[in-house]
């Protein structure tokens, strides 16, 4: 079953492949050795050829020697991400092409806040933005005024925390340019309205805004440049700028209940105040469409300045995906109706998997195209919600998770570049017509226009080049996405002949229609109606299947998650049906009782490119449903 094109991508379950890393660790090693050596070959060896003979060199050796065998051997206790029989968290093995191009670049250490300390990588890291505004259905032609940007971040907290940073540099601007009024420069009749622009028409206001300056005297330029500068939120902060604009209250930001907790820490950092995010409530875990319209008609109507909504594309617990079809429309309706705000989505989970929507020449893919290759994956509502990630403003991607890249590495793209010019830390002029070499030039000072400073050009090293060898599209890094949802499809499978095995043991159920490759589940004892008791239960299931410190690794034969359900999150439909489906008494669910206010489950990421070895003929997900019911009998 599985696709040869897997076979060379990994070091694989069994360190398959180490013949082709060691070749590939050692060849570049010795490159970069030459390398140094060529520099000026006529500079003498400054540490001396006899030097690895003397006591002191002897004794630091030693004690290195000492220290990594130590560290290398307490790694051994390390979690087991590589292995099929590890269905935890959101990771699993490496790519070749990422690992290597990261081992090969960090003796240079490339520094990607600016060209002058990273002359090579920092190019790979505005090309690793452009492929993935490629496989997001953005601009990608750098020499067109609308192609978008993006860059690396060290996760995708950070990612989100530039995507609130930019929507808000683009929401206050209009009302900064309209505080100086510059003559015959018409912004908006009142600051309610310029607040309420879309980011697009805020960009448009830019651009209106540096022609108007070009065609100022040119020593009155920098005059206009720093009265406006004076009045932007960056500038003033955000108590002074809503003491001068009476009008404007700080605006909410709106994000599905499934969120990450990264938007609680973005709204803290920010200065906007946790109050200010609004978790609107889900149906079936995906965004309550009735209940975000409901929510943005009270906000036009109190004037309550929305800054942005987020549409999640995979939840972390759940893997769900978000109508963002359907948030756009809303959005729509609402600019319309003079409420303007920024659609931000949060795909540091499911980013990759729009390789699977994507074609080689950059169209989207039909739906019965896409579903030809699964069981039922992907619902229409998933199809269409990536269909329109190319109309959103911006989206957080991570490379770490379903990009099968080492740690360290989210994105950040936007829409269109022209908005990150409001982000410079100083002055920054975009001009409508630039070429792909502007482009590259201006985002060289990366470090101007990121929440970070001193970064891996290794990281933007190992995934360009991963991007390079898989293009993000079904064609090629789609092979992996596909693998890991035809696991997720076996896996459903699995779990319904399993609950259908055991129906005289435990109630089994999926507590959601799977939207990506994640998925839970649900177990309660025949027989049982507590929560309390459920819960017991189910803790005690993965405490079979937690990485435990203390304990040999190969005690474990395989490796899970665990996550809640809270009933504030479900909400009273979907508690109520899934309490129903589970037979348990909804009086014993309650919200003073520390391990009855909530649901435990089990939750299940199903990104390893190996469960189902074609090779051997085994399927790692039946076997981890024989352990479960192994594990079950002991209880
Ligand atoms: C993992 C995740 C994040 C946070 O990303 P980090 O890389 O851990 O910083 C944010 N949002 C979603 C939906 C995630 O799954």
Known sequence: MSDPIIYPCFLGPYGENNDLLEKLVVEFLRDHVYWRRNLHPEDPPAIPTRAADGPAYRDFEARLRRELHSLSATLKRSVPFHSPRYLGHMVSDLLLPGLAAQILTLPYNPNNVSAEAAPVTIDLE???????????????????????FGHLTSG???????????????????????????????????????????????ITRYGQWLHWLQGQPVDQRPHWQQQLNDQRIEFLGLAKFFTQHTELKPPLVLAPVTAHYSWSKGMKLLGLGRQQLELIP????????????ARLDACAHQRQPVLMTVAVLGSTEF????????ILAAR?????????????????????????????????????????????????????????????????????????????????????????????????????????????????QLGRYLPEGSKSGAAAAAVYVTHRVLPLDHDHFGALPRESIRATEAFHNAALAFAARMENRVRCQLPFEPDSNLVCLALNPVGNRQVATMNAFVRSVYAKLRVDPGMALQSREFFG????????????????????????????????HADADRLVILRHTLMNPFMLDAENGISYIDRYFDYLERVIATL
């Open 126 to 148: 505005i090309k690793v933005g452009l492929q993935l505004a490629r496989m997001l259905g953005f601009v990608d032609d750098p020499a067109l005024p609308n192609c978008a």
């Open 156 to 202: 995708g907290t950070v990612a989100n925390y530039q995507g609130l940073r930019l929507a808000l540099a683009l929401k206050a601007f209009p009302v900064a340019l309209r505080a100086i009024a510059p003559p015959g420069l018409a912004i908006a009749d009142d600051d309610w309205s310029a607040f309420n622009l879309t980011p697009t028409a805020a």
């Open 282 to 293: 889900e149906r079936g875990m995906r965004m309550d469409m009735a209940a975000l319209e």
């Open 319 to 326: 893997g769900t995906i978000d109508p963002v079809h359907r």
């Open 332 to 444: 729509a309706a609402s600019a319309a109706a003079g409420l303007g705000f920024a659609v931000h989505v949060d795909a540091a989970w499911g980013g990759y998997l729009a390789t699977l929507f994507r074609n080689p020449d950059g169209s989207t893919r039909p739906l019965t195209e896409v579903r030809a290759a699964f069981e039922k994956f992907p619902s229409a509502e998933v199809h269409a919600a990536y269909a329109a990630l190319g109309a959103v403003d911006s989206v957080t991607v991570d490379p770490h998770k379903l990009g099968y890249i080492p740690f360290g590495s989210g994105a950040f793209v936007c829409r269109d570049q022209r908005a990150m010019a409001l982000l410079a830390e100083d002055a920054d002029y975009v001009f409508e017509r630039e070429t792909a070499e502007d482009y590259f030039k201006r985002f060289r």
């Open 561 to 592: 998650s665990m996550t809640t359900l809270h009933p504030n999150t479900l909400g009273s439909i979907d508690t109520e049906r899934i309490l129903t489906a589970l037979d348990l008494d909804a009086e014993s669910l309650h919200a003073d």
